[in-house]
């Protein structure tokens, strides 16, 4: 798998907060079943987006989560980054270690190119670039 776990999470619950109208504020329990993500996730990976400033938190009645800058300038690199995700990681996918250019794995040449991919699709990926009416 490329992305961890709580990556893909935090994709999720963002495509659902991308989703929302302006000023609605969705819950963690509605971000849990809407994403099917875990409620413990839910609220692992909310701290996180608050921390990075991509979600703003609101308590109370009302209350919930929503985005803190509008779809368009939250980049999946952003969300990445803020659960600490590294794309570039340089991790051998066949050896133990990081990956040496200087004695490159059979692997090497086919891995680096889809990290570049990988990491491309992050920078230029926003929320804004989703199809809002898909189910």
Same mark, same amino acid.
């Given at each position: 798998m490329i992305l961890s776990r709580t990556a893909i999470y935090a994709l999720r619950v963002l495509t659902l907060l991308g989703r929302a109208a302006p000023a609605e504020n969705l819950? @963690?329990?509605? !971000?849990?079943?809407?994403?099917?993500?875990?409620?413990?996730?839910?609220n692992k990976v909310m701290q996180q987006?608050?921390?990075?400033?991509?979600?703003s938190a609101t308590r109370g009645q009302g209350g919930g989560f929503q985005l803190a800058r509008p779809p368009?300038?939250?980049?999946? @690199?952003?969300? !990445?980054?803020?659960?600490?995700?590294d794309l570039q990681i340089g991790q051998c996918v066949f050896?133990?270690?990081p990956c040496r250019t200087s004695?490159?794995?059979?692997?090497h040449a086919a891995w680096s190119e889809l990290q570049e991919r990988v990491d491309d699709w992050a920078r230029r990926t926003t929320l804004a670039d989703l199809d809002t009416t898909a189910p």
């Open positions: 819950t @963690a329990a509605r !971000l849990s079943s809407g994403a099917s993500v875990p409620r413990h996730y839910v987006l608050v921390a990075a400033g991509i979600v368009r300038r939250v980049r999946f @690199a952003d969300v !990445l980054a803020a659960v600490n995700m050896r133990a270690g004695d490159p794995c059979i692997l």
